[in-house]
């Protein structure tokens, strides 16, 4: 298999050119082989991030093309690096005692195949906004394929989906080890499907999927929508599973029916167990949150900071993880303390009392599309679909009522539409909003959102 490895890498080589090579793929050394997965380790956490985030794909892609398989890599850091930590660089004194590497310990009992052990149920932190997912996760976590099956969770980005999943697994293979879990992205799923389809293994998927799990964990099923062979795939899989009576769990961004080209079969099979939503945090979960991760990564940061951001950063809980890294990673480099103004300044918001700042088409774009969780291009499109013309409609009205912006103008921000679309849209619906309060409310809402949108993060260094 090293053979493989370094041939594969080597490969890669003039696709990716010497530097990026020499920097971020030759330090990684082959540790281990298990089957189809291959134990890397790297210097240090930071390669070790970036390489997954940049050019892991690039690889496994490049090793299924030479082997027609599959196979997974996990990556450690190195021992001398996990010694000292903060030291990076290797102090002065070292330079007259070149010592070799000391030789690695034996490396822990993996979790199940692709599980990020950061997320786990200790560090979920439970508010109103996923009291229903968090606590139904925790119970088919305890008691797998007895009482929530299927278990489908939905929400939009950034906002647990993938935590609670992981802390399924974890859960799972700790108290009951010899429970084979498969956790996979709907992507890799269809990706492996089909290659197997490919390279005449079929049997090989099959036994993976059906045969020899347990517990199926999928994650993002939205994916799969509109792939007619994938989702015949799933749905035999599912049914396999299901009669067996083994748990499945299944994320997605939106409700089961709501996936448009999702065949109706998988979607009446999503609905037979538990549907549970997340939804965005609220501001004291936003803060819990914050201080957790400023814990975790021991960033000082008082409670009136840790209000004042959560007050600002309200969309999701990767952007709110996120701007507290930036801003403390900002403040450290102006070595300066984390205070309110210094976030107020950073974030380019007041620290009173939020002035009404010019909105733009796009920040109502933003927010709308967020809210109905559909994505920014399906505004933009042609798509005719209620779920995605309702939203558009609203975003066309919002524009107009908010940006100042004139018919034709937003009609060229909404893809090229005619402005008579967009007139068209501010009028129905200003007459649906007179006799449905719910829309009323709804419109309200985001008016709302934006007044206090933030346009954060824009002046940072990131
Ligand atoms: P999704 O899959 O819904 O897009 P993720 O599960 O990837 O979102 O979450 C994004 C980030 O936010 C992750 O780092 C995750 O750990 C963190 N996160 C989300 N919700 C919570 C929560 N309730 N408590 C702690 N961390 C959370
Ligand atoms: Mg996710």
Same mark, same amino acid.
């Given at each position: 298999m090293s053979n493989i490895w370094s041939e594969a890498i080597q490969g890669l080589q003039p696709r990716l050119g010497a530097q990026t090579y020499d920097l971020w793929i030759r330090p990684l050394e082959l540790r281990q082989v298990q089957g189809q997965r291959l134990l890397l380790t790297a210097p240090n956490r930071f390669m070790k991030e970036w390489f997954e985030n940049h050019y892991r794909d690039v690889v496994l892609d490049e090793?299924?093309? !030479?082997?027609?398989?599959?196979?997974?890599?996990?990556?450690?850091?190195?021992?001398?690096?996990e010694a000292?930590?903060?030291?990076?660089?290797?102090?002065?004194?070292?330079?007259?005692?070149?010592?070799?590497?000391?030789?690695?310990?034996?490396?822990?009992?993996?979790?199940p195949i692709g599980l990020s052990s950061r997320y786990r149920f200790s560090n979920f932190i439970k508010g109103s906004s996923n009291e229903l997912a968090a606590s139904a996760a925790w119970s088919v976590a305890q008691e797998p394929g007895a009482r929530f099956n299927p278990f489908f969770i939905y929400g939009g980005v950034g906002l647990g989906k993938t935590?609670?999943? +992981?802390?399924?697994? +974890?859960?799972?293979?700790?108290?009951?080890?010899?429970?084979?879990?498969?956790?996979?992205?709907?992507?890799?799923?269809?990706?492996e499907f089909i290659s197997a389809v490919r390279f005449n293994q079929f049997d090989q998927f099959r036994a993976r999927y059906r045969q020899d799990c347990d517990v199926l964990l999928i994650d993002d099923i939205q994916f799969i929508a509109g792939r007619d062979r994938t989702m015949d795939e799933f749905f035999h899989v599912f049914n396999a599973?299901?009669?067996?009576?083994?748990q499945i769990v299944v994320t997605a961004d939106r409700m089961p029916g709501?996936?448009?080209?999702?065949? @109706?079969?998988l979607i009446s099979r999503l609905n037979w167990g538990l549907v549970a939503d997340i939804k965005a945090p609220d501001l004291e979960t936003r803060v819990a949150?914050?201080?957790?991760?400023?814990?975790? @990564?021991?960033?000082?940061?008082? @409670?009136?900071?840790?209000? +004042?951001?959560?007050?600002?950063?309200?969309?999701?809980?990767?952007?709110?993880?996120?701007?507290?890294?930036?801003?403390?990673?900002?403040?450290?480099?102006?070595?300066?303390?984390?205070?309110?103004?210094?976030?107020?300044?950073?974030l380019g918001v007041s620290s009173a009392p939020a002035q009404a700042a010019p909105?733009?088409?796009?920040?109502?774009?933003?927010?709308?599309?967020?809210?109905?969780?559909?994505?920014?291009?399906?505004?933009?499109?042609?798509?005719?679909?209620?779920?995605?013309?309702?939203?558009?409609?609203?975003?066309?009205?919002?524009?107009?009522?908010?940006?100042?912006?004139?018919?034709?103008?937003?009609?060229?921000?909404?893809?090229?539409?005619?402005?008579?679309?967009?007139?068209?849209?501010?009028?129905?619906?200003?007459?649906?909003?007179?006799?449905?309060?719910?829309? !009323?409310?709804?419109?309200?809402?985001?008016?709302?959102?934006?007044?206090h949108e933030p346009t954060h993060a824009a002046s940072l260094p990131s």
């Open positions: 090793l299924r093309a !030479r082997t027609a398989q599959d196979f997974h890599i996990e990556i450690q850091i190195s021992a001398a690096a000292s930590p903060n030291a990076a660089p290797a102090p002065a004194e070292s330079q007259t005692t070149p010592e070799p590497a000391p030789p690695l310990p034996p490396l822990p009992a993996l979790p935590h609670l999943l +992981h802390a399924i697994g +974890h859960h799972i293979h700790v108290a009951r080890p010899h429970l084979r879990i498969v956790y996979q992205s709907a992507e890799r799923f269809m990706n599973l299901y009669e067996a009576e083994k709501d996936m448009q080209g999702m065949e @109706d079969r949150i914050l201080k957790q991760k400023a814990d975790i @990564d021991r960033i000082d940061l008082p @409670d009136d900071v840790a209000l +004042h951001l959560a007050t600002h950063v309200r969309s999701n809980v990767r952007e709110l993880e996120g701007s507290l890294v930036r801003v403390s990673t900002f403040a450290s480099l102006k070595n300066q303390p984390l205070t309110r103004e210094f976030v107020s300044e950073a909105i733009s088409i796009e920040s109502v774009q933003k927010v709308v599309a967020s809210h109905f969780s559909v994505r920014i291009a399906d505004l933009k499109g042609p798509r005719r679909h209620q779920g995605i013309s309702r939203p558009r409609m609203i975003a066309m009205y919002l524009s107009r009522q908010l940006t100042g912006a004139s018919f034709p103008e937003i009609g060229l921000r909404f893809g090229g539409k005619d402005h008579s679309t967009v007139i068209n849209a501010c009028k129905r619906i200003e007459s649906i909003q007179s006799e449905d309060s719910e829309l !009323r409310e709804t419109v309200a809402a985001l008016r709302q959102l934006l007044a």
